[in-house]
């Protein structure tokens, strides 16, 4: 089955600056790659997403990068701001495939802290 | 539009003990996700519901685990007897379609003592 791998686990930047998360997956059937914030207390929300016939998506700060040779994503916040501080997931799925069932597989989370 | 509900935020059992979550989701919604995360690690999917029908459980761990949506509408997860491996977060996600955006509840955080 499909394996979503996160990393780093933990990453702490200054306010203003630029933070990169990176994801690799092992299923090239894959072709929905979603990302989840989640803040203390609250549930997951989608920020954005990305599907396979596209290699990159931006909306306002949040921009997301898809390599399917690599089989790898990335989620690029820039200005960052104390406000994006949470836990940030990333998930891999193949549910546009005829028959396919839509799970979303997750990485294990990474938690940004933006120090102001 | 309301989002997805799950009741109760909180509980807190024995081990032995029988507990049995809800979820409603997002009206119209035909497709009902159930995950659940074990601290520190992953969010993992639990199964899939379309309607009233269970289109994928693989990922129930193990016979204690049942999930029911009568009627097409809410879902409830019964987990008897509960061990303490079962303590987690509970998530219930729904989508209109398949391949659409899921949109999660708050969870269910689930205690076994």
């Known amino acids: 089955g499909e394996n979503v791998e996160q990393h780093p686990s933990t990453l702490s930047v200054q306010e203003g600056d630029s933070a990169v998360i990176k994801c690799t997956y092992s299923?090239?059937?894959?072709?929905?790659f979603p990302w989840y914030k989640q803040e203390l207390g609250k549930r997951p929300q989608l920020i954005i997403d990305i599907r396979s016939n596209v290699g990159e998506k931006k909306d306002q700060r949040i921009a997301v990068t898809l390599n399917k040779t690599a089989k790898h994503f990335s989620l690029h916040i820039t200005e960052t701001q104390p406000e994006d501080s949470a836990v940030y997931f990333c998930?891999?799925?193949?549910?546009?495939?005829?028959?396919?069932?839509?799970?979303?597989?997750f990485g294990k989370g990474i938690t940004l802290s933006v120090r102001p | 539009e309301a989002g997805v509900t799950q009741f109760p935020s909180h509980s807190v059992i024995e081990k032995g003990q029988t507990v049995t979550l809800r979820c409603d989701p997002i009206?119209?919604?035909?497709?009902l996700y159930w995950y659940r995360r074990v601290m520190g690690k992953e969010i993992k999917f639990l199964l899939h519901f379309v309607k009233e029908s269970k289109q994928d459980e693989s990922g129930m761990p193990n016979n204690r685990f049942l999930a029911e949506r009568t009627g097409g509408t809410y879902s409830t997860l019964k987990v008897q007897p509960a061990e303490l491996e079962d303590s987690g977060v509970y998530f219930c996600?729904?989508?209109?379609?398949?391949?659409?955006?899921?949109?999660f509840g708050p969870g269910t955080r689930l205690t076994v003592l």
């Open positions: 998930a891999a799925s193949i549910g546009r495939a005829a028959g396919a069932n839509s799970k979303l597989t």
């Open positions: 299923d090239s059937a894959s072709n929905y």
């Open positions: 009206s119209g919604h035909d497709n």
């Open positions: 996600a729904s989508s209109q379609e398949p391949a659409d955006t899921q949109y």
